[in-house]
């Protein structure tokens, strides 16, 4: 940051400043956290929206355990009584099941992100696989929260995890011991002792080595993900389901929809151990090995067709078996073992056409997403058609959601006193998507005010502000400026140290970093040019990728494999220089500048 | 940054930033006001209701004047809840008593009887009233704390050192029907109305 920003901070600014500079002896200052300044698509941040839904849950769940009781017969009533009783409860409730059911959804849609992307290559295995063990973990502290409402369905889904744990050879007798106690009882307080404490301590231990070091916090989005699961929860309230009584025969329940694809197969009456410890653990394992299965060079999954086909494959099994595993045979004239057998024939029958059909599948999408990206190269790139309001309508929008904002609030407080909690929920997520699209808004705005857009005041006076804001074709009077105008964190990724690791690919050893050597460059810009030549891909790429993801991530990944890195870095930085005149802003114009790079860094 | 911040062209009035940065403190401030209801979530809700609730002997009766014995003593669930885990604890448990009758026992209304919490204002253990000649007051096992059956009032031991109000034990109004049937009034659960359990309560 430049030093003439400071001056007019206000005492408030500074002890943040102060504390902030404080952490500066601490790991935190290892994490680079980037508050985007414009929207960016957050496929490229979804592991850390699950990270903001897993804190969410631990709120919410801090807060259940209040008035939860892990007792054999007062589970069941005292989770009725937090839904029923206790003021707030089926907000805590509901915000907390949705939560989890976002968290693994994010967490599966994050993977799959990665996996396509081929972001677990360059280094970012132990990503990858730490990943994959936190997805486990995830699900089964999933397992366990609605297993220790002692419901009915709990109960069902305790005695088929038991009885798998237990058709595991050798080990598994003392297994099912170990986690399950003897009799429920023992299993209500260890499943709540697993829920609370066990999982989450080894899940953030395992978080604290899957976090990459740059980190995109979009408080948009993480908002509006806040107020999707509230808005969830207002319209779809959970129930409780039958209280678990030994003498009452149970009706025919499903699992949550993160383990029918599990149950699909046990109802398949194949070899339990098989079919509900060997399917799985074979899918895990697979997903752990496929960074070093994977051998291509390249990284976009069009590059990839064989691991773009697995990926395909296994989320088309997925699918089927998702939805096998809730189908239930609603004729109830039949015996309850024919409505709930799957014939195993057929099921595997139909998993085994799957895989040729997705293979054929990848390669048509293959196929038509290189034609269409031959087609694009013929012709221009079409102009972005951004909404261009003027200021003046931006602040009334701004009013108009304030007031839209003090509406919901006392449609949300009436709904409370007249016991429509699920009204006030549903109400409140919508105040969460008022506040996301009104924070959109702010930091549109706020970049609006120091953009090249003319902004025509009340005088009739114009005024044309420098930056490299969206939409201006005018060149920018001073380098030192455009990079002030980087966000502050943003910045500090930039003037991070480049990747040491690198340097041992490298058969040249490479004494300093960049950004120290004599150029005309500022110190920043030159740094940034080492983070677009994919040493620090993980933010750049966030950036980028939403438009076009695969060439990007393409040529960051070149360098990687290049033995001549510092020319490149050269060439780069002198390409970035000249090409400053550009639509987009810094960010994208790096993105830019890499995308333009020929193939030919790679040796 | 805010170098940059245009020349403020509408003569010292606020600036185009700064209404910005206005707005956006409101629509935080509005997104998040919901939330401090939800503070609710934290205390017990109130389980006694805003009506009289009967005084149920541990046979199950309910206490009646012209039954109930003088200079005589009963533990008493309050509020009575659904649960019995809860009516064991000792929050809820009270010391039913009549008076002896040279403190007015023998009269057949509301004020021979008095209604104290059986949690000692010292460190909480259950003090019970003793009828022995010579003693008729309440005592506490633990540390022997004695209290004034007439007013609750500890009047030796380490509750009697202690300032107001943790030096009276808090107190359920009564009143009895035609019947002769013994009700609890609605508590005021203040330091200066009936009282806090195991806090105490300021004699008035």
């Known amino acids: ?603 | 940054m805010s170098q940059r911040q245009p020349p403020n062209v509408d003569g010292g009035k606020i600036s185009r930033r700064d209404f910005l940065k206005l707005l956006a403190a409101a629509g935080t401030v509005m997104t998040f006001t919901p939330f401090v209801d939800w503070g609710k979530f934290l205390p017990n809700p109130k389980e006694s209701s805003e009506e009289r609730s009967k005084v149920v002997l541990p046979d199950g009766s309910q206490a009646n004047v012209n039954s109930f014995e003088v200079n005589h003593a009963e533990a008493i669930v309050y509020p009575m809840s659904e649960d019995p885990v809860l009516n064991e604890e000792a929050f809820r448990t009270w010391q039913f008593i009549r008076l002896p009758p040279e403190l007015g026992g023998e009269k057949n209304d509301a004020s021979a009887f008095r209604m104290y919490s059986m949690v000692c204002l010292h460190l909480w253990c259950l003090w019970k009233y003793w009828p022995d000649d010579g003693r008729k007051r309440g005592e506490c096992p633990c540390h022997g704390t004695m209290y004034d059956p007439l007013t609750g009032v500890a009047f030796a031991g380490p509750a009697a050192l202690q300032a107001p109000p943790s030096n009276v034990l808090p107190r359920l109004d009564l009143e009895v029907d035609d019947e002769g049937n013994i009700w609890i009034k609605p508590p005021n659960w203040t330091p200066s109305g009936n009282g806090v359990v195991g806090y105490g309560r300021f004699l008035t």
């Not at chain 1, 007792?71 to 069941?76: F, G, S, Y």
């Not at chain 1, 806040?226 to 003498?247: C, S």
């Not at chain 1, 857009?453 to 006076?461: H, Q, S």
């Open chain 1, 1 to 603: 940051m430049g030093v003439s920003l400071h001056n007019k901070d206000n005492s408030l600014v500074r002890l943040f400043k102060w504390i902030y500079t404080g952490f500066d002896r601490t790991i935190f200052m290892g994490l680079k956290f980037t508050l985007p300044t414009k929207f960016v698509s957050p496929l490229g941040f979804l592991g850390m929206l699950t990270f903001v839904v897993f804190i969410i849950l631990g709120i919410t769940g801090a807060f259940l355990m209040l008035w939860y009781e892990p007792i054999l017969d007062r589970a069941w009533d005292s989770v009725s009584k937090i839904n029923d009783t206790i003021p707030y409860g089926f907000h805590m409730r509901n915000i907390h099941y949705h939560a989890s059911n976002a968290m693994v959804m994010l967490a599966i849609l994050h993977m799959y992100y990665q996996f396509f992307s081929g972001r677990y290559k360059i280094r970012n295995e132990m990503l990858w696989v730490t990943g994959i063990l936190i997805g486990v973990l995830t699900i089964l502290e999933a397992f366990t929260g609605y297993d220790i409402i002692f419901s009915e369905r709990a109960v069902l889904a305790i005695s088929i995890a038991a009885s798998l744990t237990n058709s595991i050879p050798i080990l598994g007798p003392d297994m099912m011991n170990a986690f399950f106690g003897s009799g429920f009882h023992d299993f209500v307080l260890r499943f709540y002792a697993f829920h609370v404490f066990f999982l989450p301590i080894v899940l953030l231990g395992l978080m604290v080595v899957h976090f990459p070091r740059f980190l995109v916090f979009d408080v948009p989005m993480v908002m509006a993900v806040t107020g999707a699961i509230m808005l969830t929860g207002g319209v779809f309230p959970i129930d409780l389901g039958l209280k678990f009584d030994p003498t009452v025969p149970p009706g025919v329940t499903v699992p949550e929809w993160y383990l029918t694809g599990l149950y699909a197969f046990l109802r398949s009456a194949f070899d339990k151990f098989t079919t509900g410890v060997l399917w799985p653990g074979l899918f895990i394992f697979t997903l752990l090995i496929i960074p070093f299965i994977d051998r291509y060079k390249k990284f976009s999954w069009k590059d990839r067709p064989i691991i773009t086909a697995l990926g395909i494959t296994s989320i088309a099994q997925i699918i089927i078996t998702t939805y096998w595993g809730f189908y239930i045979d609603p004729d109830r004239t039949k015996s309850l073992l024919e409505r709930l057998v799957i014939d195993p024939i057929f099921l595997y029958t139909v998993m085994v056409v799957l895989v040729p059909l997705s293979f054929g599948f990848t390669y048509l999408m293959i196929k038509l997403a290189k034609n269409a990206e031959a087609n694009a190269k013929k012709q221009k790139p079409a102009e972005k058609n951004s909404i261009q309001l003027p200021a003046k309508w931006l602040y009334i929008l701004f009013i108009v959601l304030i007031g839209f904002q003090v509406y919901l609030n006392i449609a949300a407080y009436y709904a409370v006193l007249n016991g429509m909690k699920n009204y006030s929920l549903f109400l409140i997520g919508i105040l969460m998507l008022v506040f996301s699209g009104m924070f959109h808004l702010y930091r549109h705005s706020r970049g609006l005010t120091k953009s090249n857009v003319e902004v025509v005041t009340t005088n009739k006076r114009k005024f044309v502000f420098p930056s490299f804001g969206a939409g201006s074709t005018k060149s920018l009077p001073s380098k030192t400026a455009k990079v002030g105008e980087l966000s502050d964190s943003s910045d500090r990724i930039f003037n991070a140290p480049s990747d040491k690791s690198l340097d041992d690919k490298k058969p040249v050893p490479v004494p300093e970093i960049p950004a120290t050597k004599g150029n005309s460059l500022s110190s920043s810009s030159s740094s940034s040019t080492n983070s677009a030549t994919g040493v620090d891909t993980t933010s750049t790429t966030d950036f980028t990728s939403p438009n076009r993801p695969n060439p990007n991530l393409q040529t960051n990944a070149a360098p990687l494999h290049s033995s001549k890195n510092d020319q490149d870095d050269k060439k780069l930085r002198q390409r970035i220089n000249s090409s400053e005149p550009s639509n987009a802003t810094s960010i994208s114009n790096m993105g830019r500048s890499t995308t333009n790079n020929p193939d030919k860094n790679r040796t």
